[in-house]
């Protein structure tokens, strides 16, 4: 086993997954943060990020390069950017996601939102008690088509 990968039973906590929670995010949320989303197509980041905007959400890239990604201004953190954050949209590596949760909170964002395969339960839990709402291990793509 790797230890950097959780357990089946893990990726599969119907906690993280409150159909009520995806569809209030995917449909009442604005402003959506990118953790991770860089200019590189090819990333899947790049895809979700590109498929919201598309949809009317706000997207900002946030990563360490800072650079601009799909007409918007990136920023090296979260902490770094100047206008309120609806969801903040891990997509860096489970061992990466509590510091970016942590970021999240520190922010007030209204959400955090951690896609497939990306798990971090026991920060999952911090940003829930700190008011977060929390969707993990789900595709934004995914959800989107399936509650329209």
């Known amino acids: 086993m790797f230890p950097d990968i959780p357990?089946?039973?893990?990726?599969?906590?119907?906690?993280f997954a409150d159909l009520a929670v995806i569809r209030r995010l995917?449909?009442?949320t604005q402003t959506w943060a990118f953790v991770g989303l860089a200019n590189n197509p090819t990333r899947t980041a790049y895809d979700q990020a590109r498929l919201l905007q598309h949809r009317g959400k706000t997207i900002?890239?946030?990563?360490?390069?800072?650079e601009p990604v799909l007409?918007?201004?990136g920023?090296?953190?979260?902490t770094d950017i100047p206008t309120p954050v609806d969801v903040v949209a891990i997509y860096r590596r489970s061992p990466h996601a509590p510091e970016a949760i942590t970021q999240a909170i520190t922010i007030?964002?209204?959400?955090?939102?951690?896609?497939l395969n990306v798990i971090a339960i026991p920060a999952a839990l911090r940003a829930q008690a700190a008011g977060l709402d929390v969707v993990m291990d789900r595709c934004p793509a995914v959800e989107w088509a399936l509650r329209r």
């Open 108 to 115: 007030h964002a209204k959400a955090v939102w951690l896609p």
């Open 60 to 66: 900002i890239p946030v990563h360490p390069h800072a």
């Open 71 to 73: 007409g918007e201004k």
């Open 26 to 28: 995917l449909h009442d």
């Open 75 to 78: 920023y090296p953190t979260l």
């Open 7 to 15: 357990h089946v039973e893990e990726t599969m906590d119907d906690r």
